[in-house]
């Protein structure tokens, strides 16, 4: 009879990129993971784990909080924005950060925090856990299984199936995923516009081949170009090897071109290129590459309307609008709601390894009257809390919190706009009255102190909102602030001083 247990047999984790960014425990834990057939690689400050990330894109990442360089915050900001897909675990020390600390790091996109000491067999089931939700990641990497990577939020019944509207979409997806056929995909942020994509993708016949996704607006417009279409040595300053754009990775698959409103009128006649004749010459190259590449691009603008401006190619958009997939807000199709809220209290039930109860009747029945703003990424962020924090009516308070408004609403609430019926523009919920009312004395605050105090209260609001709309993309909610990006960046640090009691607000 075999001896299975004489040796230790390949597993999925062959295929695993770790990322390991600790420099007290790197050299342990490389080994202990690189035993167990993961493909590791280590780092002992924050510029050796930028670099790594960018050479060979992990699937996990292990982050210590005390690495050398960049803070923890801005280095996982860094790696989801350049590796959105890696799971990070951030490692805290036995004196943890503060609870609002910790909460910044969740928001920012923390898949799991253990505390140090970390005990090894903990943290090799957390990291097993994520292997088996992404076993491959980065250019070479094996694809992982449709079902892996779709993960159960790609059910058509479970979120296509709940209102009218998503059904016809379900119909739609049906009729053209398995054909080569462009699509361009509508709505509001937050609406599940990806997930849409990976479902015409899902139901493909290119469904075992790559699917590539690069959204256009968080990458500079100077560098989008060699990210779609690689470059050739010599092509610039810096450029000393071959780098394969992301088309080619996607050869016989599919790329999704999320947020294709935001690229520059200079590249989109290169895209029209290629869609009209499936070539593309890399920076700095002269040879045509010939890429077979079904494409699916998403927006949140209206197309129409920035054609009229000057500022997207007619000609291209009529490429990309082949078939047209609108995705109602949340707001419309509020039945959803509780089928949503089930599946992702059972979601990070799962990641976080906590079970608080479902929600109550009256919780329900909230947020079914809730307009919903920021969509299901709202949702599915505030059940997340939810399962971490375990306390119902502190979730439900933030439905009524002043920062839930939509940013026009608070935009128009901070400058007490008062339009009347034909351009009424009001918040969805009534604010709550202070728990302190004014007190009507000698010593109150005057007239313009209180009306400074609340331009920058409802300006902070607007930032928190804008940054968690942009999953913390500074660059892109300044674009969206319309001030400079050093302006905001000031005006952050400002926000970030009076939360932690450093400043005091002006006539506060």
Known sequence: MPNFGSTIQPTIHDRVRLL???????????????????????????????????????AIVLLD????????????????????EAAVIVLVSANSPDPGAIFRLYKLGADDLLSKPVAIAELEERVAKFAH???????????????????????????????PAMDDIRNT????????????????????????????????????????????????????????????????????????????QAHHGTIFLDEISEMHPSLQAKLLHVLQDGSFSRLGGKREISVDVRVIAATNKQLEEAVIAGQ????????????????????????????????????????????????????????????????????????????????????????????NYSVLSQIASSRNLALGANGAVAPPEAAPRSARPLAINENMPSLLEIGHRAAVKAENEVIERVLLETKWNRRQAAKLLK????????????????KQGLKTPPGG
Not at 384 to 393: A, D
């Open 65 to 84: 909080s005390e690495l050398p360089g960049l803070s923890t915050f801005e280095l996982l900001e860094r790696i989801k924005h350049d590796v959105p």
């Open 20 to 58: 390991i960014a600790d420099a007290a425990s790197g050299r342990f834990l490389t080994s202990h993971f690189t035993a167990r057939h993961y493909h590791v690689s280590a780092a002992a400050d924050s510029t050796d784990a930028l670099r790594l990330l960018r050479a060979d894109p992990p």
């Open 483 to 498: 001030i400079s990006y050093k302006a905001f960046l000031n005006k952050l640090k400002a926000l970030e001083e009076e």
């Open 312 to 403: 997207f190619r007619e000609d291209l958009f009529y490429r990309l609008n082949v078939i047209t997939i609108h995705i109602p807000p949340l707001r419309e199709r509020r039945e959803e709601i509780p089928v949503l809220l089930t599946f992702f209290q059972q979601k990070y039930s799962e990641v976080y390894g906590k079970t608080p109860p479902p929600f109550s009747d009256a919780a329900v029945q909230r947020m079914m009257e809730y307009s919903w703003p920021g969509n299901i990424r709202e949702l599915e962020n505030l059940v997340k809390r939810y399962v971490i924090v375990g306390n119902e009516p502190q979730i439900i308070r933030e439905l009524s919190s002043p920062r």
């Open 173 to 248: 997806i049906e009729q053209v995923a398995d054909t080569t056929a462009t699509v361009l995909i509508r709505g509001e942020s937050g609406t599940g516009k990806e997930v849409t994509a990976r479902l015409v993708f899902a139901h493909s016949s290119r469904r075992d081949r790559p699917f590539v996704k690069i959204n256009c607006a968080a990458i500079p417009d100077e560098l989008l170009e060699s990210e779609l279409f690689g470059y050739e040595p010599g092509a610039f300053t810096g450029a000393n090897r071959q780098k394969l754009g992301r088309f080619e």
């Open 133 to 163: 939700r992404n076993p491959g990641s980065g250019p070479g990497a094996p694809l992982p299984s449709v079902s892996h990577k779709l993960n159960k939020n790609t059910d058509l019944t479970l979120l296509y199936g709940a209102s």
